[in-house]
């Protein structure tokens, strides 16, 4: 059983977060708002109406691909894909077969590289609302851009991908080309996959799974799928080729429908759209808009500023948390701060997005000041402590030096963190010794 | 006043110079439309006086969108449907103050050479009521030739503007594709679709691409090169180099041909130089704008799934099946290579052709037509018909340039021949300009005021 390896490709669509959709001046806003209010002749496909691609979304959509290593494509267009479904008014999708913005990108995680096929740009659908025994079509999703991304089944396991996808979800986000929220749906995981005993063999039939809104959730569905599909092969039956949904309260995939026959979309150039030229400098200007991407900052909060791995990790997850963290970083807040100070107070927040660059300063500030100790209390306290823990004591007398940094806990507990920690231990030290030099 | 036979520029001045009113003017169209109408068919939808009362009314081709009033491109798919917007070239005519009387019969969907396949029945005519007017734009032209509208506006995918303007004896301009916005317009073959004028002079033809013509932001296909003032340059300054070329009169009837080597004479007698040119053969193009235009159909066509706009996809009559089913065979997994890509090959080579020939010539002359127009019903004999009909226009067609199809006379059935002038892109101001001369040469030998004397207020 153990002889089987999964293999597994994603797809993933990202909806972008421009102004206005895909090919008309229609809001792209589109979550929560009243049903077909957002909506005019071109994203309802009427009669004569035609698309306009929206310049932002392309430069984004190869911005994107830009951040994925991507080659990206002098010559593109976009082309018709042909097919009926009520959510798409117009009988095809305006999408993107031969001449894809860019390919041929990858995405390095923890020394593994992952291939990225193709990034390409289409126009989401429309979405249909089952209401009792009717369906009710709502449009104003209809014609939002759309970014889909496709990787090479470079996946053998369920965890690397979930590894990238959260690589990829902070990049959109850094970029600032989507919101990439599951919840919302405007960013979806489809993994493909299949089981095969021969690692470079793709084997002849693959399941799509879909609906999935948390990578937590695709993990366990790819789980959930091999094992499925190995328990079938070792019975002799092969999978079926389908698209299967994922049921996140049970844990497991279920058939949505059969895919079998391969659907023939008819893809075409679309005639109302001209093909689009990028010169090399075209494309180096959008280039000059990329970021630090969120690896390259990890790695240099690693390097430049000696931050834990796990910190820097942390700290670059959210661009806005890495741009308050190096923005303090630039302020100088007073003498002798270590980006590490500063790194452990937006670390120690809960709620570090919310934080203010003037909150963290101030915070810096504080810990930063030498702490005066009132000496009359502390020895009391050492006193004390010294009194109520003799096993403590003893343990340290006979050499134990962590046993001193156990009675400094509870000393500073005592002080409520208003002492100075190296004078704490000083004095425990001294106090000691004298009670030991009496005894 | 005797408004018979005024041209659109006439009436407009009329209008202006408050000789007569908007509604006097409106009314004398609306009883031509009652008196000739029944029995033309050319308008299928009559607009009503509260959406239009002011301005020249014109006859608008029933697959131009036209806000609140009833579109159905000759389909009774769409027989309920009223468009909640305005296509850009009704828009551009309503804001210079030019009106809507009504929507003309088309073929259904665009689809024919002959007006006989729109579901609302045949347009005849009015030259020859047991004839067709040829297609697709049939009502436009017989709406003009028969002066129930001064004006009108067709489309051409290819041969729809200039076949019925020959064969209804009319002036048809189909401009370089992408001089003149698509949006709003039901599209057919959208590579190809074009929507130009149908008008009874050059001056009005020249006016009315002058105001339909240029960028627009809804179509992403139009040309930035902005439109021209063409009414104001259409005297002609220089002599031209005209190309005429065997290839285009093969087949062609010989009564058609010999009155095209007249009007060549006409030209030549004007100062212009006559040069044999050799173009690749018409039946290249057939073969290409049938794939192309087919698979664009195919998918333009999806919409009218049924859900929306009222009627199901049973309402789809024999053409449009036709047409969906082999567009979407030549589009097919594997076919797609064969068919779409290679002739979107030869497309290229036909539009190559073109370029080298008019480094040599400034405009090519031939006849726009193969014969004049057909019995009703002669059509469906024969499938591909319209094709052969339109074998001289699909040239043109298939790469886009300009062309102009104007009456050179009427033949021994009385029946009036076309001759187009096709130009360089963008260059519609030279062909109008040399028509324009030929107009005031020949004022078309009457054929346009004897089409009007038919049809008496």
Same mark, same amino acid.
């Given at each position: 059983?153990?002889?089987?390896?999964?293999?597994?490709?994603?797809?993933?669509?990202?909806?972008?977060?421009?102004?206005?959709?895909?090919?008309?001046?229609?809001?792209?806003?589109?979550?929560?708002?009243?049903?077909?209010?957002?909506?005019?002749?071109?994203? &309802?496909?009427?009669p004569g109406a035609l698309p306009v691609p929206n310049k932002k979304a392309v430069d984004w959509a190869i911005? &994107?691909?830009?951040?994925?290593?991507?080659?990206?494509?002098?010559?593109?267009?976009? *082309?018709?894909?042909?097919?009926?479904?009520? *959510?798409?008014?117009?009988?095809?999708?305006?999408?993107?077969?031969?001449?894809?913005l860019s390919t041929d990108g990858y995405l390095n995680i923890d020394g593994k590289r992952f291939k990225i096929h193709r990034v390409h740009l289409e126009e989401d659908t429309g979405k249909l609302l089952h209401v009792g025994t009717d369906t009710l079509i709502d449009f104003n999703r209809s014609g939002v851009p759309l970014v889909e991304i496709v990787t090479e089944p470079d996946f053998h396991d369920s965890e690397d991908v979930k590894r990238f996808l959260e690589e990829l979800h902070t990049i959109v986000r850094y970029l600032g080309i989507s919101d990439a929220d599951m919840e919302k749906g405007s960013m979806r995981l489809e993994p493909n996959i299949s089981v095969s005993l021969n690692i470079n063999e793709l084997p002849n039939y693959k399941v799509e799974v879909k609906n999935i809104n948390s990578f937590r959730y695709v993990r366990n569905a790819i789980d959930f799928e091999v094992k499925r599909q190995i328990e079938l092969l070792e019975k002799s039956e092969k999978p079926k080729q389908e698209t299967r949904g994922y049921d996140e309260k049970k844990q497991t995939t279920y058939s949505q429908r059969s895919k079998e026959e391969a659907q023939d979309y008819r893809y075409f150039p679309e005639p109302d759209i001209p093909p689009m030229v990028f010169k090399e400098e075209y494309i180096n200007k959008i280039k000059s808009n990329l970021p630090e991407l969120p690896s390259a900052k990890l790695n240099r909060y690693v390097e430049k500023f000696n931050l834990k791995k796990q910190d820097a990790y942390t700290l670059s997850r959210d661009i806005n948390v890495a741009n308050k963290f190096e923005t303090v970083l630039k302020i100088q807040v007073s003498d002798n701060i270590k980006p590490a100070d500063i790194a452990n107070v937006i670390l120690n927040k809960k709620d570090r997005s919310s934080l203010t660059v003037e909150e963290i300063k101030e915070e810096v500030k504080k810990r930063k000041q030498p702490i005066h100790t009132d000496?009359?209390?502390l020895a009391l306290i050492i006193d004390q402590t010294l009194k109520s823990n003799p096993k403590v004591?003893? *343990?340290?007398?006979?050499?134990?030096?962590?046993?001193?940094?156990?009675?400094?806990?509870?000393?500073?507990?005592?002080?409520?963190?208003?002492?100075?920690?190296?004078?704490?231990?000083?004095?425990?030290?001294?106090?000691?010794?004298? &009670?030991?030099?009496?005894? | 006043m005797k408004l018979l036979g005024k041209s659109l520029l006439e009436l407009k001045k009329l209008l202006e110079d408050k000789e007569i009113s908007n509604k006097e003017l409106r009314d004398y169209f609306l009883k031509r439309v009652r008196k000739y109408n029944p029995a033309l068919n050319s308008l299928i939808t009559v607009s009503s006086e509260k959406a239009h009362p002011t301005g020249v009314p014109l006859a608008i081709k029933d697959n131009f969108c036209t806000k609140g009033?009833?579109?159905?491109?000759? $389909?009774?798919?769409?027989?309920?449907?009223?468009?909640?917007?305005? $296509?850009?070239?009704?828009?551009?005519?309503?804001?210079?103050?030019?009106?809507?009387?009504?929507?003309?019969?088309?073929?259904?969907?665009?689809?024919?050479?002959?007006t006989e396949t729109s579901d609302y029945g045949p347009t005849k005519n009015p030259w020859d009521l047991s004839r067709v007017p040829g297609g697709s734009s049939g009502g436009s032209a017989a709406a003009v030739s028969a002066y129930i509208s001064p004006a009108a506006i067709g489309s051409e995918t290819a041969g729809s503007i200039r076949g019925p303007a020959a064969w209804c004896g009319v002036v048809g301009l189909k401009p370089t594709y992408s001089r003149v916005s698509r949006y709003g317009v039901i599209a057919m073959g959208s590579s190809l679709d074009c929507p130009g004028p149908l008008t009874?002079?050059?001056?009005?033809?020249?006016?009315?691409?002058?105001?339909?013509?240029?960028?627009?932001?809804?179509?992403?296909?139009? $040309? $930035?090169?902005?439109?021209?003032?063409?009414?104001?340059?259409?005297?002609?300054?220089?002599?031209?180099t005209i190309g005429v070329t065997d290839e285009y009169f093969e087949g062609v009837d010989a009564e058609t041909k010999r009155m095209v080597d007249k009007s060549i004479a006409i030209f030549k007698k004007n100062g212009h130089k006559i040069k044999k040119i050799k173009l690749l053969s018409p039946q290249y193009a057939i073969s290409v704008y049938t794939i192309i235009q087919r698979a664009e159909v195919s998918s333009n066509l999806g919409r009218y799934d049924g859900i929306r706009y009222g009627n199901a996809r049973?309402?789809?009559?024999?053409?449009?099946?036709r047409r969906v089913m082999l567009g979407t065979y030549t589009l097919s997994y594997g076919y797609y290579d064969a068919y779409y890509k290679k002739a979107q090959k030869v497309r290229t080579l036909i539009i190559e052709d073109f370029k080298n020939v008019f480094k040599d010539v400034d405009v090519i002359v031939a006849p726009t037509m193969p014969t004049s127009a057909f019995r009703l019903g002669e059509f469906e004999k024969y499938p591909f018909f319209g094709e052969l009909m339109d074998v001289l226009a699909e040239p043109g067609a298939v790469s886009g340039i300009p062309a102009i199809s104007i009456p050179i006379g009427l033949d021994a059935k009385n029946l009036p021949v076309g001759l187009q002038i096709m130009g360089n892109y963008f260059n519609e101001q030279t062909i109008l300009s040399l028509a324009y001369q030929f107009e005031k040469e020949t004022n078309y030998f009457g054929v346009i005021k004897k089409g009007f004397a038919n049809y008496k207020d």
């Amino acid at each position: 059983m153990s002889d089987y390896t999964p293999i597994i490709g994603l797809e993933i669509h990202v909806e972008l977060k421009t102004r206005s959709k895909m090919f008309c001046q229609c809001p792209a806003d589109h979550f929560a708002k009243k049903p077909n209010t957002q909506t005019c002749p071109v994203c &309802l496909g009427l009669p004569g109406a035609l698309p306009v691609p929206n310049k932002k979304a392309v430069d984004w959509a190869i911005l &994107l691909g830009l951040a994925l290593n991507c080659k990206v494509s002098h010559e593109s267009k976009f *082309d018709r894909k042909n097919y009926f479904y009520p *959510d798409l008014p117009k009988g095809y999708q305006i999408s993107q077969y031969d001449q894809p913005l860019s390919t041929d990108g990858y995405l390095n995680i923890d020394g593994k590289r992952f291939k990225i096929h193709r990034v390409h740009l289409e126009e989401d659908t429309g979405k249909l609302l089952h209401v009792g025994t009717d369906t009710l079509i709502d449009f104003n999703r209809s014609g939002v851009p759309l970014v889909e991304i496709v990787t090479e089944p470079d996946f053998h396991d369920s965890e690397d991908v979930k590894r990238f996808l959260e690589e990829l979800h902070t990049i959109v986000r850094y970029l600032g080309i989507s919101d990439a929220d599951m919840e919302k749906g405007s960013m979806r995981l489809e993994p493909n996959i299949s089981v095969s005993l021969n690692i470079n063999e793709l084997p002849n039939y693959k399941v799509e799974v879909k609906n999935i809104n948390s990578f937590r959730y695709v993990r366990n569905a790819i789980d959930f799928e091999v094992k499925r599909q190995i328990e079938l092969l070792e019975k002799s039956e092969k999978p079926k080729q389908e698209t299967r949904g994922y049921d996140e309260k049970k844990q497991t995939t279920y058939s949505q429908r059969s895919k079998e026959e391969a659907q023939d979309y008819r893809y075409f150039p679309e005639p109302d759209i001209p093909p689009m030229v990028f010169k090399e400098e075209y494309i180096n200007k959008i280039k000059s808009n990329l970021p630090e991407l969120p690896s390259a900052k990890l790695n240099r909060y690693v390097e430049k500023f000696n931050l834990k791995k796990q910190d820097a990790y942390t700290l670059s997850r959210d661009i806005n948390v890495a741009n308050k963290f190096e923005t303090v970083l630039k302020i100088q807040v007073s003498d002798n701060i270590k980006p590490a100070d500063i790194a452990n107070v937006i670390l120690n927040k809960k709620d570090r997005s919310s934080l203010t660059v003037e909150e963290i300063k101030e915070e810096v500030k504080k810990r930063k000041q030498p702490i005066h100790t009132d000496e009359k209390i502390l020895a009391l306290i050492i006193d004390q402590t010294l009194k109520s823990n003799p096993k403590v004591v003893e *343990d340290y007398k006979k050499g134990r030096e962590n046993a001193i940094m156990f009675l400094v806990g509870i000393v500073m507990r005592e002080m409520k963190g208003r002492a100075d920690a190296k004078l704490v231990i000083d004095k425990l030290k001294s106090r000691i010794e004298k &009670l030991n030099a009496k005894s | 006043m005797k408004l018979l036979g005024k041209s659109l520029l006439e009436l407009k001045k009329l209008l202006e110079d408050k000789e007569i009113s908007n509604k006097e003017l409106r009314d004398y169209f609306l009883k031509r439309v009652r008196k000739y109408n029944p029995a033309l068919n050319s308008l299928i939808t009559v607009s009503s006086e509260k959406a239009h009362p002011t301005g020249v009314p014109l006859a608008i081709k029933d697959n131009f969108c036209t806000k609140g009033i009833r579109t159905t491109a000759s $389909s009774k798919v769409l027989d309920n449907f009223i468009p909640p917007y305005e $296509s850009t070239v009704t828009q551009r005519l309503l804001n210079h103050g030019l009106s809507i009387l009504g929507k003309t019969n088309l073929d259904a969907w665009a689809h024919g050479s002959s007006t006989e396949t729109s579901d609302y029945g045949p347009t005849k005519n009015p030259w020859d009521l047991s004839r067709v007017p040829g297609g697709s734009s049939g009502g436009s032209a017989a709406a003009v030739s028969a002066y129930i509208s001064p004006a009108a506006i067709g489309s051409e995918t290819a041969g729809s503007i200039r076949g019925p303007a020959a064969w209804c004896g009319v002036v048809g301009l189909k401009p370089t594709y992408s001089r003149v916005s698509r949006y709003g317009v039901i599209a057919m073959g959208s590579s190809l679709d074009c929507p130009g004028p149908l008008t009874q002079n050059i001056e009005d033809a020249a006016y009315l691409l002058g105001i339909i013509a240029g960028k627009d932001l809804y179509d992403a296909t139009t $040309s $930035s090169l902005p439109a021209q003032n063409y009414l104001k340059e259409l005297n002609l300054k220089n002599k031209l180099t005209i190309g005429v070329t065997d290839e285009y009169f093969e087949g062609v009837d010989a009564e058609t041909k010999r009155m095209v080597d007249k009007s060549i004479a006409i030209f030549k007698k004007n100062g212009h130089k006559i040069k044999k040119i050799k173009l690749l053969s018409p039946q290249y193009a057939i073969s290409v704008y049938t794939i192309i235009q087919r698979a664009e159909v195919s998918s333009n066509l999806g919409r009218y799934d049924g859900i929306r706009y009222g009627n199901a996809r049973n309402y789809f009559a024999d053409e449009a099946k036709r047409r969906v089913m082999l567009g979407t065979y030549t589009l097919s997994y594997g076919y797609y290579d064969a068919y779409y890509k290679k002739a979107q090959k030869v497309r290229t080579l036909i539009i190559e052709d073109f370029k080298n020939v008019f480094k040599d010539v400034d405009v090519i002359v031939a006849p726009t037509m193969p014969t004049s127009a057909f019995r009703l019903g002669e059509f469906e004999k024969y499938p591909f018909f319209g094709e052969l009909m339109d074998v001289l226009a699909e040239p043109g067609a298939v790469s886009g340039i300009p062309a102009i199809s104007i009456p050179i006379g009427l033949d021994a059935k009385n029946l009036p021949v076309g001759l187009q002038i096709m130009g360089n892109y963008f260059n519609e101001q030279t062909i109008l300009s040399l028509a324009y001369q030929f107009e005031k040469e020949t004022n078309y030998f009457g054929v346009i005021k004897k089409g009007f004397a038919n049809y008496k207020d």
